[in-house]
Structures are given as C-alpha cells and as structure tokens.
C-alpha cells in the first residue's frame, strides 16, 4: 500500500523533539496561584522535571487560576500525560500545605497544544504572556512578576 502524503509528513514532525503548550486549571478554579511563595514552588518543580521525567519546561505564565507552559520531550521515554500528571502530585503535594488547602489542588485535566513551526510557537507565547493584561491584572505584560522561563528549548 503506497504511503500517504499526510501521513509522511505528520511523522516527520514526531521525528524531531515535540514541543507542547500546556494549560493546567485548578480545581473549581480557584485564585490560588498567583503570589510568590506558590511561583517560587512551581518553579521549583518545573526545575525538576527535566531530571525526573526527561522533559524540558520553556517559558511560562502563572495566573491567579490557572498556569501556561511550554514543554519539550528531551529523551522520549514518558508520555506528556504521565509527566502532567507527576508535576500535578508533587507541585500539589508542595502547594497545598503553603496555601493550608486539602487536595486537590489541579483540575484531573489538561489542555495541550502540540506546537508545530517556530511562527506558532511565537504566536502562542505571545497570547501567554499578554494574558495577564486580558485578566486586568496589569497594564503591561512586563509588569506581571509569575513569569518565566526554565529550560531552552
């Protein structure tokens, strides 16, 4: 059976290391996010995750309910929900007793993009990082102190 176009060129793309955008809730959507000690605590499991799960955490945004972040499958051997799903554990197992909440901290699900060229993952950070002045949480997108960046990638 001859190969198809559009498969040829959709496994060309998972050829090469995957990036991924991710939207990650809160339960009921609870404000619970935004402040420094909660950022300093994500950040420091994002840090991690390259070591832990074999996957690189890029820029991100942490808004009051919710958190945006670019990820790359550095040695493709965890499936991106399996690596969601450990950082949901351990972030809320570090979160919850800072905020004096019971779990769950994360909604069961995620939203993930995968980013296909260099233009949309420009466009995507763009949209990320001009989320928090669409909130009404600050005139400007460099005035907003939950953003960041971990891994190149």
Known sequence: MPERKHLKRLGS???SRPR?????????????????????????HWVKSLD???WAIGSYV????HVHF???????????SRMVGSWKQWSSKGICPLLNIE??????????HMI??????????????????RAG???DAHDWPYVGHIHYI
């Open 52 to 54: 832990l799960y074999g």
């Open 70 to 80: 670019f990820c790359a499958d550095a040695n493709r051997e965890t499936p991106l």
């Open 20 to 44: 991924y955008f991710i939207t990650a809730c809160t339960y009921r959507r609870r404000k619970l996010l935004a402040c420094p000690h909660i950022h300093k605590a994500l950040r420091h």
């Open 103 to 112: 779990a769950p901290l994360w909604q069961k699900e995620f939203f993930d």
């Open 116 to 133: 296909r060229s260099g233009e949309s993952y420009s466009e995507k950070w763009e949209y990320v990082r001009q989320n928090p002045v």
């Open 62 to 65: 942490v808004m009051p309910d």
């Open 137 to 139: 949480l600050v005139a």
């Open 13 to 15: 793309i998972y050829q």
